[in-house]
């Protein structure tokens, strides 16, 4: 098995326990985009002051057939390392599973780009790696997949331009000057699906927004327009397709994340409602 394709089948097979909302979309065919973009790293669109570290708790669910079904929760904390740039951790959990399953990103203090991939996963199924090693360049992502029994499977993969962690995407256009039509198309990458991404964003508007607590907050609700680049595919946007959309918190802090949920048409992630102050 090549290693695109074991790195596709480890993600079809974790995609319950993890942030990758395209790790089991559906694909259309349709006409490229023009593969230019109006919100490319650095840009002054993006206003990284925005964020603070903050620890929050979510719920996944999962669509079968015509009925919503809680199927794991996920930890999440956005803080700095010893180097002093953004980290990221997420501890995915499914119900009644005994996966353990770490995902730590190192992303540039400057403008938010990867550069470090970590994910750990122990009583994980057979086959799967225990271990996905990225070290992330300006364009090009090298690293290895490590079986269980210490075999290395080098990965390796250009960009044409700087890119974004797709899975986390979410964060980024939280920094944004988000209003009602607000529109980019941004360049995104996610490495465990082998993937380079040209994202579309809209703010659809300012909404309400029922927290599973209650607690009435508003958010702005951001659809995504992804297009795969390497192979053609289109997800199209809002919740009830495959592109899906976000939900800013239009006033994050006190224990309110940036992200209150991403939603597409089999998929939610949402917050838990619970307030993580960091100190």
């Known amino acids: 098995m090549s290693i695109q394709s074991w790195a596709k089948a480890l993600t079809a097979l974790l995609f319950l326990i993890t942030l990758s909302p395209l790790a089991v979309a559906e694909e259309q065919?349709?006409?490229?985009?023009?593969?230019?973009?109006?919100?490319?790293?650095?840009?002054?669109?993006?206003?990284?002051?925005?964020?603070?570290?903050?620890?929050?708790?979510?719920?996944?669910?999962?669509?079968?057939?015509?009925?919503?079904?809680?199927?794991?929760?996920?930890?999440?904390?956005?803080?700095?390392?010893?180097?002093?740039?953004?980290?990221?951790i997420t501890n995915p959990k499914r119900n009644g599973s005994e996966v353990k399953v770490k995902v730590t990103r190192?992303?540039?203090?400057?403008?938010?780009?990867?550069?470090?991939?970590?994910?750990?996963?122990?009583?994980g199924p057979e086959g799967a790696p225990v271990e996905v090693n990225f070290n992330i360049g300006v364009l090009d992502v090298r690293g290895y997949y490590l079986a269980a029994d210490g075999t290395k499977k080098p990965y390796s993969k250009e960009f044409p331009v700087p890119t974004f962690d797709g899975s986390i995407?979410?964060?980024?256009?939280?920094?944004?000057?988000?209003?009602?039509?607000?529109?980019?198309?941004?360049?995104t990458s996610i490495p465990t699906l082998d993937a380079l991404y040209w994202l579309e964003i809209k703010v659809t508007g300012k909404i309400?927004?029922?927290?599973?607590?209650?607690?009435?907050?508003?958010?702005?609700?951001?659809?995504?327009?992804?297009?795969?680049i390497d192979v053609g595919d289109w997800y199209p946007p809002g919740r009830d397709d495959w592109g899906g959309a976000y939900y800013i918190?239009?006033?994050?802090?006190?224990?309110?994340?940036?992200?209150?949920?991403?939603?597409?048409?089999?998929?939610?992630?949402?917050?838990?409602?619970v307030s993580r102050l960091t100190k």
């Open 29 to 88: 065919k349709a006409p490229a985009p023009e593969l230019s973009y109006t919100a490319p790293i650095g840009a002054r669109v993006y206003d990284l002051s925005k964020l603070q570290p903050y620890t929050a708790g979510w719920i996944q669910s999962i669509k079968n057939e015509e009925t919503w079904e809680v199927v794991g929760t996920v930890e999440e904390t956005l803080d700095f390392d010893e180097a002093g740039n953004w980290r990221h």
């Open 249 to 273: 918190a239009v006033e994050p802090g006190n224990g309110v994340p940036y992200v209150v949920e991403y939603a597409h048409s089999t998929l939610i992630y949402a917050w838990d409602g």
């Open 208 to 228: 309400p927004y029922e927290v599973v607590t209650g607690e009435v907050i508003e958010v702005w609700e951001v659809t995504a327009n992804w297009y795969n």
């Open 106 to 123: 190192t992303l540039n203090r400057d403008n938010f780009t990867p550069l470090h991939f970590l994910r750990t996963m122990e009583n």
């Open 169 to 187: 995407i979410g964060l980024v256009i939280a920094t944004m000057p988000l209003k009602e039509g607000y529109r980019e198309t941004m360049p």
